[in-house]
Every structure is written in structure tokens, then in C-alpha cells.
């Protein structure tokens, strides 16, 4: 098992700008999703993709897109950044869709600020 | 909708000593999922403890245990014989499948293990 891996662990971007953010997903994992962590706040679900498809998403708007390949690596993909935009963006994936029965395997993040 | 409070922002306990965090949760769902995620200074979430909710029996994983009250919605953490490596942010987090199993967490507990 190699665990679940990000890229960058940080980065600086301006405003209006573009950011493509890139996860490995553990092996045999076909369910990956992503969250945003606010300072000071917990984790805010963004989507999921279970083999390739997004099947969950949460409050977040259209400028936030994400890809699932087949080789379990995924990306999150940022358009039109915003100042609220900075944050910690964790990956997470799981060997089932439910992720109830493992759990989720989480990556230590990519911190993005936006200035 | 599920939302998961916290309601002790920071806790110190003394190694060696027993400390319990408080969460409660609120859900229409009649099958959820209830975790307790660590995460320490290196960002990366660590899966700490589970439970299924149509389970009655506690889950317990070495010296973390939970006190699973489903009528009152609590789920409590209790953390024994605490050492100088528990110290970390801890976040309770549910999940349900009308969510497709994303997790929803609270805003976390800062825990200080002091020597």
C-alpha cells in the first residue's frame, strides 16, 4: 500500500487565475473524494467520483470540476479563483463507494492561497 | 441534510489521564456511519475509530473507545491513557447514503496532551 498522495503540498496563485490540483488514490481504491478545509474549520465535502464518475457533490459551484482516471489518480481542477478560495484541499479515496466499511484514506493536502 | 457539532474547541488533558471529546449529530437516516478522524500538525487525516449505526455494541480500537448514544445522537470519544502523540485536532464525521457516503464533519476539537 502506498497510501494516498498530493501534489503540490503548496501553492500560490491569483486571483482569477486557474489551479489543477492531482491526488493518487490508494491502490485498488475506485471511490475518490474531494474536500476543502477552511483554517480553523473542518473539512467541506466538494465531490466524489466512484470509477470514474461523479456521483456526489456538495455546495460548491460548477468552477470547481474534478477527473477520476483509470490508473486511480484524480484531479480537482479550480477556474476563476477566488480569495475565499484559500484553503487546504484534501483527497480522500476508498475501497467501496460507501466508504463505510474502511473508512476513507486521506492525503495530507495541497494548500492553496489565492492572493 | 446532517449536521455534526462539537461544542469543545480546545481540551487539555495530562498524559496518562482519560480525556472524552463530545459530539452530537443530527440525522433523518436510519443507516449512517460515525467516525472520529485524527488529524495532527502534519495535516493528514488519520481514521481513529468507527462505528455502523445499526450496531449497538461500541467500537473500540486500543485505547480509544466511543460512547454511542443513538436515541440522544451523541457520540462521544473517550481517549485512555493519553499520550504526548494524541495531541491533534480530533473531528467527528458522519455519513449517510443520501449523501453517497460523503463524510460531513464537525468543526473539531484542538486536544493538548501535556506531561
Known amino acids: 500500500e502506498t497510501g494516498v498522495t498530493q501534489s503540490p503540498t503548496h501553492l500560490i496563485k491569483t486571483r482569477g487565475q486557474q489551479v489543477t490540483l492531482r491526488c493518487s488514490s490508494q491502490?485498488?481504491?475506485?471511490?475518490v473524494s474531494w474536500y476543502q478545509q477552511a483554517l480553523g474549520q473542518g473539512p467541506q465535502f466538494i465531490f466524489q467520483y466512484y470509477r470514474e464518475e461523479e456521483n456526489g457533490r456538495g455546495n460548491f459551484p460548477p468552477r470547481f470540476s474534478g477527473l477520476q482516471f483509470p490508473n486511480y489518480s484524480s484531479e480537482l481542477n479550480v477556474n476563476a479563483l477566488e480569495l475565499d478560495d484559500s484553503a487546504l484541499y484534501l483527497c480522500?479515496?476508498?475501497?467501496?463507494?460507501?466508504?463505510?466499511?474502511?473508512?476513507?484514506?486521506f492525503g495530507s493536502g495541497t494548500r492553496l492561497t489565492v492572493v | 441534510a446532517q449536521t455534526v457539532t462539537q461544542s469543545q474547541p480546545e481540551m487539555s488533558v495530562q498524559e496518562a489521564e482519560t480525556v472524552t471529546l463530545s459530539c452530537t449529530y443530527d440525522?433523518?437516516?436510519?443507516?449512517?456511519?460515525l467516525f472520529w478522524y485524527k488529524q495532527p500538525p502534519s495535516r493528514q487525516m488519520i481514521l481513529v475509530i468507527r462505528q455502523e449505526a445499526y450496531k449497538q455494541q461500541n467500537a473500540t480500537e486500543n485505547r480509544f473507545s466511543v460512547n454511542f448514544q443513538k436515541a440522544a445522537k451523541s457520540f462521544s470519544l473517550k481517549i485512555s491513557d493519553s499520550q504526548l502523540g494524541d495531541t491533534a485536532m480530533y473531528f467527528c464525521?458522519?455519513?449517510?447514503?443520501?449523501?453517497?457516503?460523503?463524510?460531513?464533519f464537525g468543526k473539531g476539537t484542538s486536544l493538548l496532551v501535556t506531561p
Open positions: 491502490s485498488g481504491h475506485n471511490t
Open positions: 440525522t433523518s437516516e436510519s443507516n449512517y456511519y
Open positions: 464525521a458522519a455519513s449517510n447514503s443520501n449523501s453517497g457516503y460523503a463524510l460531513n
Open positions: 480522500a479515496s476508498s475501497l467501496t463507494a460507501t466508504g463505510g466499511h474502511h473508512g476513507y484514506t
